[in-house]
C-alpha cells in the first residue's frame, strides 16, 4: 500500500498522485488579478406616489392613465390587483371581510375628498387595519355633468399599489354610493 502524505486541509494524497497532478499543471499560470470594482450601491428605494406629488397623482385619476379603467357610468364596480385571487374579490363584494373603519367624504370638493382618502390611508397602514369603507355618495346632485367624486375616488384607488382590492358595496352599506377597499397589509 503506497505511503499517504498529509496536506493542507486535512487531505491525504500519496506521491503518485502528487506527480500525476504536477504533470497535468505544467504550463498553467494563473490569472493575472482582475482589478477589484466597488460593488454598486443600489438607491434606496422612493414611493412613487410621495415622489410624483399628490397634485400630479390627482391629475392621474382624473384624466386616466394606463390600465385605470373608465368608471364614471358604472353602478358596480370591482377592481383587484394583478396576482390577488378572485376569491378574495368575491368576499369582498358579498361583505364576508369585516370593514373596520370608514371614511365619509360626501360634501367635500375632489381636492378635499383626495387629501382625505390619502391621510386616511396612511392612518390605517399605521394602525394595521386592512379592510375599510368610503362612502363617496352617488354624485345625484352634481349637475349635467354626472358624478364627480366617485369616478375620480375609484380612479385614484386602482392607481395606488397599496390598494389590493374594491368593489361597490352592498344596499345595505350605501350600494353604489359606497365602497369597500382592501389595503395590502403594511
Known amino acids: 500500500m503506497p505511503q499517504r502524505i498529509k496536506r493542507a486541509h486535512g487531505v491525504s494524497v500519496t506521491a503518485e498522485e502528487c506527480q ?17 470594482r466597488p460593488a454598486a450601491s443600489r438607491p434606496p428605494p422612493q414611493a412613487n406616489q410621495h415622489r410624483k406629488g399628490r397634485k400630479i397623482v390627482l391629475q392621474e385619476a382624473l384624466h386616466g392613465g394606463p390600465g385605470v379603467p373608465d368608471l364614471r357610468d358604472a353602478d358596480s364596480v370591482s377592481y383587484r390587483q394583478a396576482g390577488f385571487q378572485k376569491k378574495g374579490l368575491e368576499q369582498l363584494k358579498r361583505g364576508q371581510i369585516s370593514m373596520k373603519a ?3 367624504l360626501h360634501g367635500l370638493t375632489l381636492e378635499e375628498a383626495s387629501a382625505r382618502l390619502e391621510a386616511f390611508i396612511d392612518e390605517m397602514h399605521q394602525a394595521g387595519i386592512t379592510s ?4 363617496h ?15 375620480a375616488i375609484l380612479k385614484r384607488l386602482s392607481l395606488r399599489q397599496d390598494v389590493l382590492a374594491f368593489t361597490t358595496a352592498r344596499h345595505c352599506d350605501g ?12
Open 175 to 186: 350600494g353604489s354610493g359606497a365602497t369597500y377597499v382592501l389595503l395590502k397589509r403594511a
Open 20 to 36: 500525476i497532478f504536477r504533470a497535468s499543471m505544467k504550463g498553467v499560470r494563473p490569472l493575472p488579478p482582475s482589478p477589484e
Open 132 to 135: 375599510f369603507l368610503v362612502v
Open 137 to 151: 355618495g352617488k354624485g345625484l346632485r352634481s349637475g349635467p355633468q354626472g358624478p364627480v367624486l366617485r369616478p
Open 102 to 104: 370608514s371614511l365619509d
